[in-house]
């Protein structure tokens, strides 16, 4: 990769296998055919530090499975991808979270997640529990949150992540 290139992607795929369509008969799960659905097809890009990419196109035409594996949650089936630095994901806000945790372990575990060192949710700690707007829930484990508060705390701590 050049060192102009912050992000990179040559011959990038992604192969899902699903279950084939019953034709009668019986299968057990493990028996069953599958069928090879192809997501992405040898995708090639390449990023300068300032450029912008969109990303545009009908369902089921793999937007989010590129984006997922920018975020690295996904891993390609075929090709490489390269990345300089640090990258944040708003995919799924609030993955990560284990619900038996508190807000506040929370915050610390997917700040971990996120790529950021426990000492920098640290610094951004109190930041991040205003910016949810959870207060006296923090100590609360998160199963007991409404889905507006969890959401807000996975969305409050991936703003925080200073993404390259």
Not at 55 to 82: C, D, F, I, S
Not at 109 to 115: C, I, K, M, P, R
Not at 120 to 140: C, K, N, S
């Amino acid at each position: 990769m050049r060192d102009d290139v912050v992000f990179g992607c040559q011959g990038v795929g992604k192969r899902f296998r699903i279950p084939a369509p019953r034709e009668g008969g019986f299968f057990l799960p493990w028996t069953r055919p599958t069928v090879d659905q192809w997501a992405l097809r040898d995708i090639a890009v390449e990023l300068e530090r300032g450029e912008i990419l969109g990303l545009v196109g009908g369902n089921g035409a793999g937007k989010t499975t590129l984006l997922r594996l920018v975020a690295r949650t996904m891993h390609p089936t075929e090709g490489t991808l390269a990345m300089r630095g640090r990258v944040s994901s708003l995919l799924a806000v609030g993955a990560g979270f284990h619900f038996e945790l508190t807000g506040r372990e929370n915050i610390y575990l997917s700040g971990t997640l996120h790529g950021m060192r426990r000492h920098e949710v640290a610094a951004r700690f109190d930041e991040i529990v205003a910016f949810a707007d959870i207060g006296p829930y923090l100590d609360t484990p998160v199963k007991r949150y409404s889905s507006g508060m969890y959401v807000r705390l996975g969305f409050a701590v991936a703003c925080h992540v200073d993404a390259d």
